[in-house]
């Protein structure tokens, strides 16, 4: 059985994150992405659980997901692509914040590690937001 789109750039992001690990973090790609949805970034946010967030770059959207007890992926927030206007990353002592900003005045944010994903994620946005094809 071929792999979807969604499951192919899952797994290629998932080899450049310490932080993502886990049986939970393969069903993102069935259960919050479409089948031919890419990835073109992602960040774990730094909480002190085990069921921690993150925030996807997609070619459609931008999701910030969090699992459940259960294991399952749950939407708490997204933005179209074309609604989105900018991202901007503080740097902090420990952890760093990622933001997003909507065209219509909404944000979305998440604390991160400081381990570079943050500064990724936000060069992906403002690359596509400046009107640059997808880096995939």
Do not use: C, Y
Not at 48 to 63: C, G, H, K, M, Y
Not at 109 to 123: A, C, M, Y
Request: aromatic share 6%; hydrophobic share 45%.
């Amino acid at each position: 059985m071929a792999m979807t789109r969604a499951q192919q750039t899952l797994m290629e992001e998932m080899k450049l994150h310490r932080h993502f690990g886990g049986s939970s973090w393969f069903s993102v790609a069935t259960e919050i992405l479409a089948a031919q949805e890419g990835i073109l970034a992602g960040v774990v946010g730094a909480t002190s659980v085990e069921n921690e967030p993150a925030l996807f770059v997609t070619d459609q959207r931008v999701i910030l997901a969090k699992p459940r007890l259960s294991g399952a992926w749950k939407v708490s927030k997204e933005f179209a692509a074309a609604d989105v206007a900018g991202a901007e990353l503080t740097k902090r002592m420990l952890t760093n914040k990622v933001t997003v900003h909507s065209r219509f005045g909404d944000s979305l944010s998440l604390k991160t590690h400081d381990d570079g994903h943050g500064d990724r994620l936000v060069d992906v946005i403002r690359h596509l937001v400046a009107g640059g094809a997808p880096p995939r």
